[in-house]
């Protein structure tokens, strides 16, 4: 049986499934319950400065969206940092660390971008023997207004500045958790890593508006009539998670500096991928608001399963495994040729693939309509987009198969030719430019 135990930045978990810090982490009944189904972590819901608490609203703070089968595709908030009090919370993260200390807990923090600020907190969550901190650069909203969240993590220097005085003011390990609100993640990854960081985490939630109610003339969640952007996570957001992961692993800068990988997290599949582009943890929220505590069963038995089936014993057997295959367009072979195939024996002659072939793509797939309905691809005009196969309701009735004996008869090129990238292409003007 696959030992899924991990050791991130020396913090040790039974499996490497995490709560991330939201309202599942808020409190010790909530942390408890979720050690006791068998989460290997959790990330406490985001602490804030002493002194009063936030005021969270108290109307709808979640909106959603759904598939046509009532599945949650994306989940959306306006949910600030806790609202309950400092001390409590930093009561009960001591008491929930002491009573199960085989289970890694981080807290995550949030206060105003001065020294002294994070100097005060960092002392105090100290005591808690908590595993370590999470910096939350993150959040979207309501903070963000405040100079805080995402207004700090939009900003290099800043993410930079903060993590350094954390190492300055803590030996506890420090991750700082990026926000996707960004046009190039590589950007906050490097600052964080050079003010020190050991981690960092990601992704935080997508800036969004999930609808307009049309009758009302509302965002389609709204308090007494307004409402604001908010945070969005859940199963939609995973590709863009997927993708900023990626370009952390292989930036030259940043390759190496552990990622706790967030976004969308609902199977373990989901979570394999991760840890295949490097993730030495992964962490959870909308799968657990949406399923319950005991999804985590499933997560673990799943990836144990999984690696037990690929001969990998323990989770670093596959870690990273899949980020030497992720490159720039640039790099791509443009002498590979893909061509679609539809298997006549799985098709129950629907059409769309020719529908959209003819109308958006390459009128690559005929349809033979008298004496009944057949569709075949004409391969002079296929690019082997994918699109057809896309939409063929029938999984598996349409292959894109690699030619690699014969001719092209779309460009009168043999298939089988050295691979040729653009950076070599005699398209390029950069390469004729450099002849
Ligand atoms: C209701 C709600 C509240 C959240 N609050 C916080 C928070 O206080 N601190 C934080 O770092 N992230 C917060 N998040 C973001 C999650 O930790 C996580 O980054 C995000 O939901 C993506 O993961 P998911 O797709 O598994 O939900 C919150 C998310 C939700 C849905
Ligand atoms: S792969 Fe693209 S071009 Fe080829 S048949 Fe399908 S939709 Fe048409
Ligand atoms: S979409 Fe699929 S099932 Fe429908 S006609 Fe095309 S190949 Fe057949």
New binding site residues.
């Given amino acids: 049986m696959a030992d899924l135990r991990s050791d991130f930045l020396g913090i040790k978990s039974p499996n490497p499934f995490w709560l991330a810090s939201a309202p599942p982490t808020d409190r010790k009944v909530n942390v408890e319950r979720a050690f006791r189904a068998g989460w290997g972590g959790v990330v406490w819901k985001t602490l804030g400065e002493a002194g009063p608490p936030v005021v969270n609203v108290s109307g709808a703070r979640y909106g959603a969206i759904h598939g046509p089968d009532r599945r949650l595709i994306a989940l959306n908030n306006i949910e600030l940092i806790t609202d309950r009090d400092l001390e409590i919370n930093l009561r009960e993260i001591k008491e929930v660390k002491r009573a199960w200390p085989d289970r890694a807990l981080v807290t995550s923090l949030m206060v105003p971008c001065d020294e002294e600020s994070w100097k005060a907190i960092l002392a105090r969550v100290e005591e808690t023997e908590c595993d370590g901190i999470e910096l939350n650069f993150g959040c979207p909203h309501g903070m963000s207004e405040r100079g805080m969240g995402s207004a700090v993590g939009q900003v290099p220097e800043y993410v930079e500045m903060v993590a350094r005085w954390c190492k300055a003011h803590t030996r506890m390990p420090v991750i700082v958790k990026l926000t996707p609100n960004i046009s190039d993640i590589r950007q906050p990854a490097r600052a964080a890593k050079q003010g020190g960081a050991d981690a960092v985490s990601l992704i935080n939630t997508v800036n969004s508006i999930m609808g307009i109610d049309l009758d009302r003339m509302t965002p389609d969640v709204a308090i007494d009539g307004k409402g604001t952007h908010g945070g969005m996570c859940g199963p939609a957001v995973k590709p863009i998670a997927l993708a900023m992961v990626a370009e952390i692993a292989r930036d030259s800068v940043t390759r190496g500096l552990p990622i706790s990988a967030i976004g969308g997290v609902t199977t373990w599949r989901d979570a394999a991928e991760y840890i295949a582009l490097g993730a030495g943890t992964v962490q959870v929220c909308t799968a657990a608001m949406t399923y319950g505590f005991r999804i985590v069963e499933e997560l673990t038995s799943g990836l144990a399963a999984y690696m037990d089936r690929k001969g990998y014993a323990r989770i670093d057997d596959f870690r990273g495994r899949a980020v030497a295959s992720i490159t720039d367009w640039q790099h791509l072979n443009l002498n590979y040729v893909?061509?679609?195939h539809i298997h006549q024996d799985l098709c129950i002659k629907c059409g769309r693939?020719h529908i959209?072939?003819e109308d958006t793509?390459?009128?690559?797939?005929v349809a033979k309509l008298d004496g009944g309905r057949v569709f075949e691809?004409?391969e002079s005009?296929?690019?082997?987009?994918?699109?057809?196969?896309l939409v063929c309701p029938v999984e598996g009735c349409?292959t894109?198969d690699h030619q690699t004996q014969g001719v092209d008869p779309r460009t009168g090129l043999a298939y089988e030719r050295a691979p040729l990238p653009w950076t070599a292409h005699p398209n390029n003007p950069a390469v004729k430019a450099a002849e």
């Fill in positions: 893909a061509k679609a693939c959209v072939c793509s390459h009128q690559a797939i691809v004409n005009e296929c690019v082997g987009c994918n699109l057809c196969v349409i894109l």
